[in-house]
Each structure stands twice: as C-alpha cells, then as structure tokens.
C-alpha cells in the first residue's frame, strides 16, 4: 500500500441525489432557452436555494427568499428612506480620516484572503479589483498574474453596482447611496420608487420567480405582500450589509470605497461597534445580529480602528452549524506589477 | 458514436439536445467529483451552475480533443472556485472544539474515520496545485496530461506537481504512520 491507496478511501462520498441531475439539466435547458444574465452574489440572508438557477434566477431567488420572510400588514413606506440618520460617529470619525488620508499610490487594491474549504483545507483567493472596475481573481499569485495578464477581468455588474454605491457614499449623498447599494443586486422591493411603483415592482419579482420555478418543476410559493415595518427594515439592512461588506473585501484598499462602506455601516442601527486587538493592531468589530442575517447566524467583521482595512470575517450560526471565518490582507498595488509577476 | 467534441461542435450549430447528450455522458463523474470537493449539498446547488457555464464557454472548447471530460473538471473546479469566493464566511472554519481535547471515547468504533482525519490533516498541508492534481489522479481517474488540462498548466508542470505532492503526503508523519500499519 502506498500513498495513493490511502487516498483512494477518501474517494466515496455521498454522491448527489437523482433529483439534483434533473435540476441541474433544467438549469441548463432554461440557459440554452435564454440569454445568460449576470448572476449576482447571493444574499447571506439565507443559504442559496436548492434549485439551480444560474442563468435567469439570481434576482428571482432573491425575491423568493424575500417573499418568504414577509409578513401581511399594509405597507407603511420605508425607514430606510424615512430614516437615513448615521448612528455610530466612531465610524463615520473614521471614514473621515480614511478620506483624509486619501488612497496611496497604484491603480488597484489587492485583498488576499484566506479561508478554510468545505474539505477542511486552506484556500486562498487573490482579487485584484482596479479603480477602473477590472476584477482578476486567482488562487495563487502566479493564477492571479495569468489572469491579469490575459485580460480575464471577471467583474460583474455587482461589482460595479455596488463599488458605484461605496464611492457615491463616500463622495455624496448617503441617502441615495443607501439605495444604490441595496439595489445593486436586483430584488423586488423597488427602493428609491413610488409606494404604487414599489407594489408593482413586487408582484412583478412574484411573477419572474414563479415562471422559473414553475420551469424547473418547484413548487410556486404563495404570493406574499411585500414586507413592512421592522421586517422590511431588516431586510433592506441585511441587503445594505451585505453589499456593503461584499465592497469591503474586495475594494478596501481605495480609500473611497472603504469611507463610503464604513458611512453606510454606521447607518446600520442593528450593528453594534466593539472595540478589540487583533494581532497587536487596534481594531473594531462590526456586528451584525441575528436580525440582519433572517434570525439564523451572528456576523462579525473586524476592520482595523486606525485605517478601516478588514482583518478578517466570522459567522456564529444561532443554533446548528459550525462557525466560520475569513482573514484579510488587503494593500495598494499596480496592475502592470500584478501581470509582470512583482507581487 | 459522435466524439464529445463532435457533439459540442452540433451544439455551437444550434443543436442544444447534442450538448445535453455531451453532458448525460459524464455527470455522474462531475456530479461525484463536486460531492468530494464541497459535499454532497453543495455540489446539488453548483452543478447546475456547471451545465450553464460549460455551455457558455463551449466556443472555447479545443475539438483536438474528442474527451470532454477533462474540460468539465476544469469547469466545475472555476465553478467551485467562484463558489468559495462569494462566500467569504460561508465555508466552514476549522473544528477547534474536535482539536481541544485528546480524549478519545471512539478509538475502535471506526478505524477508517481516523484514517478520513489523518489523510486530510496532511491533504490539508499540501499547496493548492499539489491538491488539485493529486485529487484528479487518484481520486477522478485522470491521467497527468488530462490534470494537466485540467489545470491549464503543462503536463510536465502537473507531473512535477504530483511527485511533489505524493513525496509530501509520504512524509506526512500522519501518513508514514498510517502506511505502517494495516488500515481497513
């Protein structure tokens, strides 16, 4: 028995179930019927639906999760609007002197990240994102040079949405950054319309997601009104959160987009800001409770006190699971040294 | 039989059931390879996802090459790759609570459970392109030139890549130990 043997008993594992395939070719049928769109970055509000819906569901998703977690009361109109008060000065104080600071020499932000697989091994993901709104993605620095290097820019349209909003946060108007940034992936809550443009925009989302579930054989969940109150308090924030800290870990570096994340965190109420050391650097701790993440798990960023750079990203599950982490490296670099391989 | 590539060719024709002909053949591979890499409920989520990009980038397929399977890997492995981006704190942490104690009240209950522990405690130690290429041969059946293109990296690269691996693994004082002792 050798080496390969051994790694031979770690070959059989559950495999999917028969139904799985059958979604999946659906997916693909539904691609091949349709012109693929740009998939969004799922919400963490709740894990990505069993369906596979790559080619026209992002947005549906996001509504049918939306819908979901909605309540039956009459709208009310929205406290995001209504209320775009900054509640935590700490961090707007730091934004300042982000800003203050300006953004140091190079053309990029590169963010090294480490996290742990689902196989229990260490990964590291390399993003280089470009003032310009290039994304190279690799896995190593040489992966992340080949990539640079072949011009294989894998931006989205979120990407772009949400950076947009960051640097409109940290330049403008917070209150239709806020907007922006929730809207940077699509949903049917139709921030920024009128309240009839908003109910129409809602039972529209119903629409798309039902069409797709009903093409690939799901049940249609009944129709819900869109939420009011609290709920649609929490649930525009745990969009806001989420975007906004999606434009931390990959834009931190540019000074614009870290101030204009960190002014739209402090508009967050349900985010508490504690103070910590983390690897001799003084740092602050940005959580978001269980009201943010659909009642089911605790986020903590931690971004350093002095330059606002993340440090790293944790999730605390409420009852089951195990928790998880990311660590961030995050430094100012120039896309002609990333493709001729000085980093 | 029409090659893999052949069929990817009628499906850039416009035929769309030769593409899903090309994909019956080989997802059961694909499917089980996700399974190992992320578990059996995540490879359920990404596998469409895999189906949709292999057929929006079948323009870039190399037709030199009648197998496609080779190609899926690589697809499926961006896939997963992607997956594991946009999920910055999604995947799972290590299980400091397993590693806190050295009481064991299970040592003989499954012996081949330890073996899982060890093997990828030292699996865990290897650089990223030693682990891909060492999981598509043993694990996928691949030979180094198709890790290779898994890979996109030559397959003298994806050779070295394995000796490396396999040396690692054979000095792993986890695996040294496993190797000299029976194992069920």
């Known amino acids: ?343 | 039989m029409s090659s893999d590539a052949e069929l990817i060719g009628r499906s850039l024709r416009g035929d769309t059931n030769a593409f899903v002909e090309m994909i019956s053949r080989h997802e059961t591979a694909i499917g089980n390879y996700l399974a190992r890499r992320v578990g059996r409920q995540t490879a359920e989520d990404v596998l469409g996802d895999v189906w949709v990009a292999a057929y929006a980038s079948r323009a870039t397929y190399d037709c030199s090459y009648p197998e496609a399977r080779p190609w899926l890997y690589g697809v499926a492995l961006n896939r997963l790759r992607k997956h594991w981006r946009s999920e910055p704190a999604e995947v799972a942490a290590p299980d400091v609570a397993r590693m806190a104690g050295d009481w064991d009240p299970w040592p003989t209950v499954d012996a081949r459970v330890d073996t899982q522990a060890l093997l990828r405690t030292a699996l865990a130690r290897l650089k990223t392109e030693e682990r891909e290429v060492l999981g598509l041969v043993a694990w996928e059946d691949l030979t180094v030139a198709e890790a290779g293109r898994v890979l996109d990296i030559p397959a003298g690269t994806a050779r070295r890549l394995l000796h490396q691996a396999r040396k690692a693994l054979r000095d792993a004082p986890e695996v040294a130990a496993l190797l000299q002792v029976p194992t069920t």
Not at chain 1, 51 to 75: E, F, K, N, R
Not at chain 1, 145 to 168: F, H, S
Not at chain 1, 235 to 262: E, K, P, Q
Not at chain 1, 289 to 313: C, F, K, M, W, Y
Request: proline fraction near 6%; avoid cysteine; charge should be neutral.
């Open chain 1, 1 to 343: 028995m050798d080496e390969m043997d051994l790694m031979k008993k770690l070959r059989d594992v559950p495999s999917p179930r028969t139904d799985a395939y059958d979604s999946a070719r659906a997916a693909l049928h539904t691609a091949m019927a349709e012109p693929v769109s740009t998939v969004v970055r799922p919400k963490r509000w709740l894990s990505w639906p069993k369906v596979s819906v790559a080619a026209v569901g992002a947005a549906a998703v996001a509504a049918a999760v939306v819908m979901g977690t909605t309540g039956t009361s009459t709208p009310t109109g929205d406290p995001i609007i209504a209320a775009p008060q900054v509640v935590d000065s700490a961090l707007v104080k730091l934004a300042s002197d982000v800003k203050a600071a300006g953004t140091l020499s190079g053309d990029s932000s590169l963010v090294i990240t480490t996290k742990t697989a689902p196989d229990g091994s260490p990964y590291l993901v390399y993003t280089v994102y470009t003032d310009k709104g290039q994304v190279f993605h690799g896995d190593s620095a040489k992966t992340l040079q080949a990539a640079a290097a072949k011009g294989d820019d894998a931006a989205t349209q979120y990407d772009a949405n949400v950076m947009a909003a960051a640097r409109l946060a940290a330049t403008g108007d917070v209150e239709k950054a806020k907007i922006a940034m929730v809207n940077a992936s699509p949903n049917g809550l139709g921030l920024g319309l009128s309240p009839a443009e908003q109910e129409k925009a809602w039972a529209q989302n119903y629409e798309v997601t039902a069409k797709m579930l009903r093409e690939i054989g799901k049940q249609v969940p009944d129709f819900k009104p869109r939420p009011t109150g609290k709920e649609l308090e929490d649930v525009i924030n745990n969009r806001l959160w989420s975007h906004t800290t999606y434009a931390l870990f990959i834009g931190a570096a540019n000074a614009d987009i870290r101030a204009g994340v960190l002014k739209l965190v402090a508009t967050i109420q349900d985010v508490t800001i504690g103070k910590a050391q983390v690897d001799d650097q003084s740092a602050l701790t940005l959580t978001a409770g269980p009201s943010l993440q659909g009642g089911e798990s605790t986020h903590v960023v931690t971004i350093n006190a002095d330059t606002g750079l993340p440090i790293r990203s944790e999730v605390f599950p409420v009852k089951d699971g195990k928790p998880s982490a990311a660590r961030y490296k995050s430094s100012r670099v120039n896309l002609a040294d990333v493709v001729a391989g000085k980093i």
